[in-house]
């Protein structure tokens, strides 16, 4: 085992993990369409191989506070445009989570989706290979090729296999991001025409004027605002949700979202320090109204799936005040890491629920349900479990990173903080009121009282979800010590450079020497 270890340790570890998907995507592009039994499963295979190579990221050591698993070649000389990819503890759980997800959203899908299997199984991995890519990338210029190559797999997943209006869902998708992509691709211009350079590690670690990193740092907001997505830019969110199928909900909520989340902790945090602070009340502002206003219009809803997709713009809206909580402490930046994983793993555990009971009864319509208890008690049981991690019950995985960004909002802003817990008391009442709806009381429809309770494979991909939700939830310190390192410089490093912006604009040279006291690495290429 040992001996497999240093092995890996001495692979190109990222590149192989990126790239495996996108090779099993090619093979079954050469297989023929009548052979679905064997695409599907070959598809499921080649995540399942990608995630167990995955796992070896944790013999990265070094407790990630540093980028490991550094790959950096010359792609682009004539721009200055490198194949620069690296992990740390911001990333880690992020890549693990993309490798993770694959295999279950492909897993569910053998069932629902009977047409045009080919093409579809392939857009799973082509979105695997995005994903990670953009997770991992050191390089502005590759990171938005990434960013931008999520975005076809999933506008074709909804606009060919979605439900009801999936033309325009897939559509309006499609505008909200390339919108956002093309104010952030002007910031990552503006970046190379000032250093001359897309490295991000040189970048983070070269200061820029106060007010250049405020336009830059808007153009970037605005691309990771509409991904997270923050009112009031979340208006694409619950009909991409919605009409997508549910592997696709899957990716979507669990991961692309991310995208946003990630976005700001490791580019904006990092290249606009004076900006992020200057900027840190208002975004507070705006994730406190999409924590309200997301919990509301969940307890209005009458779609199960709707209901569940538009919660994630509260669950995001943690996210968001726990980055930009500066207070002096990383603890709320930690928790928003650390709940971005668990929202990823409680809401797509949701939408895979909610999957199986619309394959049955070809309804999500929360009025057409009730008494489902009785009727699929497995089924109900970890409807429960899931339930609860989302409410953020002690004991499961949503309670964690919701409890560390409300001690971070309450340390910056205690008014703000009081109206963010209001938002958990809200959370509470629109999932136990669904809940109560959709599976107590007695079962009177007689479409639901022959319902059959979870299969084998069902169970197969539902399991490991909630196993990972209760150990989380009881014991997250695995998780919080690969993250908390890598945060806290970061955060140490936007602290010391925002304190010394007043000087900087009379002579750098105090901020400059505040950041190399954090970041002591300021060659290009350096280890991060």
Same mark, same amino acid.
């Given at each position: 085992?040992?001996?497999?270890?240093?092995?890996?340790?001495?692979?190109?570890?990222?590149?192989?993990?990126?790239?495996?998907?996108?090779?099993?995507?090619?093979?079954?592009?050469?297989?023929?369409?009548?052979?679905?039994?064997?695409?599907? %499963?070959? &598809?499921?295979?080649?995540?399942?191989?990608?995630?167990?190579?995955?796992?070896?990221?944790?013999?990265?050591?070094?407790?990630?506070?540093?980028?490991?698993?550094?790959?950096?070649?010359?792609?682009?000389?004539?721009?200055?445009?490198?194949?620069?990819?690296?992990?740390?503890?911001?990333?880690? %759980?992020?890549?693990?989570?993309?490798?993770?997800?694959?295999?279950?959203?492909?897993?569910?899908?053998?069932?629902?989706?009977?047409?045009?299997?080919?093409?579809?199984?392939?857009?799973?991995?082509?979105?695997?290979?995005?994903?990670?890519?953009?997770?991992?990338?050191?390089?502005?210029?590759?990171?938005?090729?990434?960013?931008?190559?999520?975005?076809?797999?999933?506008?074709?997943?909804?606009?060919? %296999?979605?439900?009801?209006?999936?033309?325009?869902?897939?559509?309006?998708?499609?505008?909200?991001?390339?919108?956002?992509?093309?104010?952030?691709?002007?910031?990552?211009?503006?970046?190379?025409?000032?250093?001359?350079?897309?490295?991000?590690?040189?970048?983070?670690?070269?200061?820029?004027?106060?007010?250049?990193?405020?336009?830059?740092?808007?153009?970037?907001?605005?691309?990771? &605002?509409?991904?997270?997505?923050?009112?009031?830019?979340?208006?694409?969110?619950?009909?991409?949700?919605?009409?997508?199928?549910?592997?696709?909900?899957?990716?979507?909520?669990?991961?692309?979202?991310?995208?946003?989340?990630?976005?700001?902790?490791?580019?904006?945090?990092?290249?606009?320090?004076?900006?992020?602070?200057?900027?840190?009340?208002?975004?507070?502002?705006?994730?406190?109204?999409?924590?309200?206003?997301?919990?509301?219009?969940?307890?209005?809803?009458?779609?199960?799936?709707?209901?569940?997709?538009?919660?994630?713009?509260?669950?995001?809206?943690?996210?968001?005040?726990?980055?930009?909580?500066?207070?002096?402490?990383?603890?709320?930046?930690?928790?928003?890491?650390?709940?971005?994983?668990?929202?990823?793993?409680?809401?797509?555990?949701?939408?895979?629920?909610?999957?199986?009971?619309?394959?049955?009864?070809?309804?999500?319509?929360?009025?057409?349900?009730?008494?489902?208890?009785?009727?699929?008690?497995?089924?109900?049981?970890?409807?429960?479990?899931?339930?609860?991690?989302?409410?953020?019950?002690?004991?499961?995985?949503?309670?964690?990173?919701?409890?560390?960004?409300?001690?971070?909002?309450?340390?910056?802003? %205690?008014?703000?903080?009081?109206?963010?817990?209001?938002?958990?008391?809200?959370?509470?009442?629109?999932?136990?009121?669904?809940?109560?709806?959709?599976?107590?009381?007695?079962?009177?429809?007689?479409?639901?009282?022959?319902?059959?309770?979870?299969?084998?494979?069902?169970?197969?991909?539902?399991?490991?979800?909630?196993?990972?939700?209760?150990?989380?939830?009881?014991?997250?310190?695995?998780?919080?010590?690969?993250?908390?390192?890598?945060?806290?410089?970061?955060?140490?490093?936007?602290?010391?450079?925002?304190?010394?912006?007043?000087?900087?604009?009379?002579?750098?040279?105090?901020?400059?020497?505040?950041?190399?006291?954090?970041?002591?690495?300021?060659?290009?290429?350096?280890?991060?």
């Amino acid at each position: 085992m040992d001996a497999l270890i240093q092995m890996m340790a001495n692979a190109p570890l990222l590149s192989i993990i990126i790239f495996l998907p996108l090779a099993g995507a090619i093979i079954i592009t050469l297989m023929s369409p009548a052979k679905s039994h064997s695409i599907k %499963w070959f &598809a499921f295979w080649a995540s399942i191989a990608t995630f167990l190579i995955s796992l070896f990221l944790l013999a990265g050591g070094g407790g990630f506070e540093k980028f490991s698993h550094i790959e950096q070649y010359t792609w682009l000389p004539q721009i200055g445009v490198s194949y620069h990819i690296g992990v740390d503890g911001i990333s880690l %759980w992020l890549v693990l989570l993309t490798t993770f997800l694959l295999p279950i959203s492909i897993l569910s899908s053998f069932s629902a989706i009977r047409k045009r299997e080919k093409e579809y199984y392939i857009l799973l991995l082509l979105m695997g290979f995005a994903l990670t890519g953009t997770f991992v990338s050191l390089d502005l210029f590759l990171f938005f090729l990434f960013w931008e190559s999520v975005l076809i797999p999933m506008y074709l997943l909804i606009g060919i %296999w979605g439900s009801g209006r999936r033309v325009y869902a897939a559509t309006k998708f499609v505008l909200y991001t390339v919108v956002g992509s093309f104010f952030m691709l002007l910031a990552i211009i503006g970046l190379y025409v000032h250093f001359g350079t897309f490295d991000f590690i040189y970048l983070r670690s070269h200061i820029l004027p106060p007010e250049l990193q405020t336009w830059l740092f808007l153009a970037f907001f605005l691309a990771f &605002a509409i991904k997270v997505p923050l009112f009031p830019f979340h208006t694409w969110l619950a009909d991409a949700h919605t009409e997508a199928p549910t592997a696709g909900s899957v990716l979507l909520a669990a991961l692309l979202l991310k995208m946003g989340g990630y976005g700001f902790i490791r580019f904006c945090l990092a290249l606009f320090p004076d900006a992020s602070v200057w900027a840190a009340p208002w975004i507070m502002g705006l994730a406190v109204i999409s924590i309200i206003y997301g919990a509301l219009v969940c307890a209005a809803q009458t779609d199960l799936k709707r209901l569940i997709a538009l919660s994630s713009v509260a669950h995001m809206g943690f996210v968001m005040l726990g980055i930009f909580s500066f207070a002096n402490t990383s603890i709320g930046q930690v928790g928003a890491t650390i709940q971005m994983v668990s929202h990823g793993i409680t809401t797509g555990a949701l939408f895979l629920l909610v999957g199986v009971i619309y394959e049955r009864r070809h309804t999500r319509e929360i009025a057409q349900f009730g008494g489902l208890a009785s009727v699929m008690p497995q089924y109900y049981n970890m409807f429960l479990i899931t339930m609860l991690a989302s409410v953020g019950l002690p004991a499961l995985n949503g309670f964690v990173g919701e409890f560390l960004i409300l001690l971070g909002a309450f340390r910056a802003d %205690w008014a703000l903080g009081g109206l963010a817990t209001f938002g958990v008391v809200l959370a509470a009442v629109y999932l136990l009121t669904m809940f109560r709806r959709v599976f107590h009381g007695e079962c009177t429809k007689p479409e639901n009282q022959k319902l059959l309770d979870l299969n084998v494979r069902e169970f197969v991909y539902l399991v490991p979800l909630v196993l990972l939700m209760l150990w989380i939830g009881l014991y997250p310190k695995p998780y919080l010590s690969v993250i908390k390192p890598a945060v806290d410089r970061t955060v140490r490093a936007v602290m010391r450079i925002s304190s010394g912006s007043v000087e900087y604009a009379r002579s750098g040279e105090k901020a400059a020497t505040a950041l190399a006291q954090v970041l002591p690495e300021n060659a290009p290429g350096g280890d991060g």
